[in-house]
């Protein structure tokens, strides 16, 4: 067998078989996006317990305004979020209640 003939058929078996590595790599993402492999779903609460997580998610929901309306977690985070924010601002005010001074009682008037 000549060289040429070895070098077209050796084309041949590549345009058969091919490098398909990117059509696999390509099928292999879908099939992985089909199975189920979602984002766990976490509840306002949890997120209130894991600052981290919170600010991780707030910061995913920002770079993306699209998930604000479909995505759970960004309901539940920018719940959690209001929730802490609130809860601050009272424990604040409640704070400051207890360390100002009681207010002074109005002059009487005297005749």
């Known amino acids: 067998?000549?060289?040429?003939?070895?070098?077209t058929e050796n084309k041949m078996a590549d345009r058969y078989h091919g490098?398909?590595?990117?059509?696999?790599?390509?099928?292999?993402?879908?099939v992985l996006a089909l199975c189920g492999?979602?984002?766990e779903i976490h509840s306002?609460?949890?997120?209130?317990?894991?600052?981290p997580e919170l600010?991780?998610?707030?910061?995913?929901?920002k770079k993306y305004p699209s998930l604000n309306e479909s995505d759970q977690n960004c309901?539940?985070?920018?719940?959690?979020?209001?929730?802490?924010?609130?809860v601050t601002a009272q424990k604040a005010e409640a704070e400051k209640a207890k360390?100002?001074?009681?207010?002074?009682?109005?002059?009487?008037e005297s005749h």
């Open 37 to 39: 492999c979602q984002e």
């Open 99 to 108: 360390s100002s001074p009681p207010p002074e009682p109005p002059p009487s």
């Open 1 to 7: 067998m000549s060289e040429a003939s070895n070098i």
């Open 55 to 61: 600010q991780d998610k707030l910061t995913e929901c």
């Open 75 to 86: 309901k539940n985070a920018t719940e959690a979020f209001v929730t802490l924010v609130t």
């Open 44 to 51: 306002a609460q949890w997120y209130m317990g894991h600052g």
């Open 19 to 30: 490098n398909c590595f990117p059509t696999r790599l390509a099928l292999l993402a879908g």
